[in-house]
């Protein structure tokens, strides 16, 4: 099978970089033969390419592990939606920060840009599906826009949406109907030569989803607006600060970046940590910066002071004084005769 990969732009907010992951391990493992894998993809996934006429279909695939397996996909996002399916083995599988074991018949479903890593921290033995869709959200508020080869009717559609977005329960014992539309997926894959099979693809991946409204809708579903709410993706942005406190940060491009307005994204960020953005912002360049005090030694104060987003070593050494109650530099020298005593 012909691997490629494309590269494109990530995802940018301000300063908040999401990258769809590429799969790099699952790549490696191939490369290795220590799986079974195909798939056809676009973007930095893995995978024969796809075409124009299955636009909005990032990757769709399997990959088949028999033996024990050495690798894992660590904790990731993906810009759209993922269906993955467990046709046999077992899968240690985490969504998040929630930890199972996927047995056989199990279909997980992550919603765009929602955390999650497959092994633990190896994959298990087993034959496992995914099909990822862009739904063209960047924030857990914004509305979904399913690709338009989607042929649900409109009603079927929002409550399919609805469904989705709107509750908390991310795994699910499915039937011999959608273990029966997997098997097809596996063929369609297979023998797929350069877009040959995008009609036989879309197909399936609409009755998917007809099979998914179905499942769900037999269930007893507790729906909760708050997950469609700004205040998941103001949680979203605060979750990935940490990545990007060089950023030179205001209040604005900070709400900007978690797409709502100021008022909304403070009253959010207060909620959620008790303390103003600014002050939220302060407290995570000063873990930053007691960190690289502590384990980079080699380090000069005032690129510590750079590297966690202080613009001045002296604005630096007056916020961590205030806050440590002593100088950089002291702070440094007493952790490192604590260490060498023992303590």
Not at 102 to 125: C, D, F, S
Not at 255 to 281: D, I, Q, W
């Amino acid at each position: 099978m012909k691997v490629n990969k494309i590269k494109i732009e990530p995802f940018k907010g301000d300063g908040i970089v999401y990258h769809a992951d590429t799969c790099v391990p699952l790549l490696d493992a191939f490369n290795r033969k220590k799986i079974k894998f195909k798939a056809l993809a676009r973007h930095t996934y893995p995978g024969d390419r796809l075409d124009e006429n299955t636009i909005g279909l990032n990757s769709i695939g399997y990959w088949d592990a028999s033996v024990p397996q050495d690798w894992g996909l660590d904790w990731h996002r993906n810009e759209g939606i993922e269906f993955h399916f467990l046709e046999s083995g077992s899968m240690p599988y985490a969504q998040e920060n929630k930890e199972v074991i996927l047995a056989p018949n199990h279909l997980t479903i992550t919603r765009p840009w929602e955390a999650h890593k497959v092994g633990n921290p190896h994959v298990g033995m087993g034959k496992f599906y995914w099909v990822i869709i862009d739904l063209g959200v960047r924030r857990p508020h914004q509305d979904w826009v399913w690709p338009d080869w989607i042929t649900l009717t409109p009603s079927d559609l929002d409550r399919l949406t609805t469904i989705l977005r709107q509750n908390e329960k991310s795994i699910w014992k499915t039937d011999q109907k959608i273990r029966d539309c997997f098997a097809r997926i596996y063929k369609a894959v297979n023998t797929d030569q350069s877009g040959s099979n995008a009609s036989k693809i879309r197909l399936l991946v609409n009755y998917l989803l007809i099979l998914l409204l179905d499942l769900l809708n037999t269930d007893d579903i507790v729906l909760n607006e708050s997950l469609t709410d700004s205040s998941r993706s103001v949680k979203y942005f605060l979750d990935e600060l940490g990545n990007n406190l060089s950023e030179n940060w205001t209040v604005e491009l900070m709400a900007e970046s978690a797409g709502v307005g100021v008022t909304r994204f403070t009253h959010h960020c207060k909620r959620l940590t008790n303390v103003t953005p600014m002050r939220y912002l302060t407290m995570k360049r000063l873990e930053l910066a007691k960190k690289l005090l502590l384990e980079q030694g080699e380090l000069s104060i005032s690129e510590v002071a750079y590297m966690s987003g202080f613009t001045t070593s002296q604005y630096f050494a007056t916020v961590f004084k205030k806050h440590e109650k002593c100088s950089p530099n002291s702070y440094r020298v007493a952790h490192a005769i604590l260490e060498l005593e023992g303590v």
